[in-house]
């Protein structure tokens, strides 16, 4: 007994096109909305920028106080407003408590004895890879009044430092009791600090 072989019928070229197409759109569709949610969930997984700008305005003005340490930078009394540190590398981290106090002491010596007096603004930035780097950032986020600072009461000084073993960079925004030409100062070396910064008791 035989059974007869029914003919498949013919699909029209069109049909085979659009199905084509139709089957094209929903796996691109696919690709998109799952490529959109792995860049939702590596944004989701990236932590907030750090916000480093410091708004000189809303720092304290005038010189500096009349007792206690006497800040200056190149021989001129200073107020200290704000002092940031960052690691000097990838793999470095800032000290806390008694190892942060002496660092910043190891910056400049006394140093630590001027922020307990001037009550700065403390900022903790995050690593840093270069001391260029770190200046120029600091320098722009922190934008001083005039001519970067030049002929206004307000200066700032940054540059790499030591303390033991370990590397860290330092920004100071001061402001003095009247204008003056102080401006931006970059210190080029670890030795120059002492010559920049001095701490009078």
């Given at each position: 007994m035989?059974v007869e072989?029914?003919a498949?019928p ?5 049909v085979l096109?659009?199905?084509?197409a139709?089957?094209i759109a ?8 799952l490529v ?8 989701r ?5 750090v916000?480093l700008r410091?708004d ?6 005038g010189g500096?106080p009349?007792?206690g340490?006497?800040?200056e930078i190149?021989?001129t ?5 704000a ?10 981290e ?5 190892a ?18 001037h009550?700065p603004?403390f900022r903790?930035?995050p ?8 200046t120029?950032?600091?320098f722009n ?10 002929g ?5 000084v ?6 033991g ?10 402001t ?5 030409s102080?401006?931006q ?10 010559d920049?910064v001095?701490?009078?008791?």
């Amino acid at each position: 007994m035989f059974v007869e072989a029914q003919a498949v019928p013919d699909v029209p070229l069109f049909v085979l096109l659009g199905g084509a197409a139709l089957v094209i759109a929903v796996l691109f569709l696919f690709v998109v909305v799952l490529v959109a949610l792995l860049r939702s969930r590596a944004k989701r997984l990236e932590p907030p920028p750090v916000d480093l700008r410091i708004d000189v305005g809303d720092l304290p003005r005038g010189g500096p106080p009349e007792k206690g340490p006497r800040l200056e930078i190149y021989g001129t009394p200073v107020r200290l407003a704000a002092l940031v540190l960052a690691p000097a590398g990838r793999n470095s981290e800032l000290p806390a408590g008694a190892a942060l106090s002496d660092a910043i002491d190891s910056l400049v010596p006394e140093l630590m004895s001027v922020v307990g007096a001037h009550q700065p603004l403390f900022r903790r930035w995050p690593f840093q890879l270069s001391t260029q780097g770190f200046t120029h950032t600091f320098f722009n986020n922190v934008p001083l009044p005039g001519d970067h600072g030049k002929g206004t009461p307000w200066c700032c000084v940054a540059g790499r430092f030591e303390a033991g073993d370990q590397q860290f960079l330092a920004g100071l925004v001061c402001t003095a009791g009247k204008a003056n030409s102080l401006a931006q100062i970059t210190v080029q070396h670890v030795g120059q600090w002492m010559d920049v910064v001095r701490v009078k008791n």
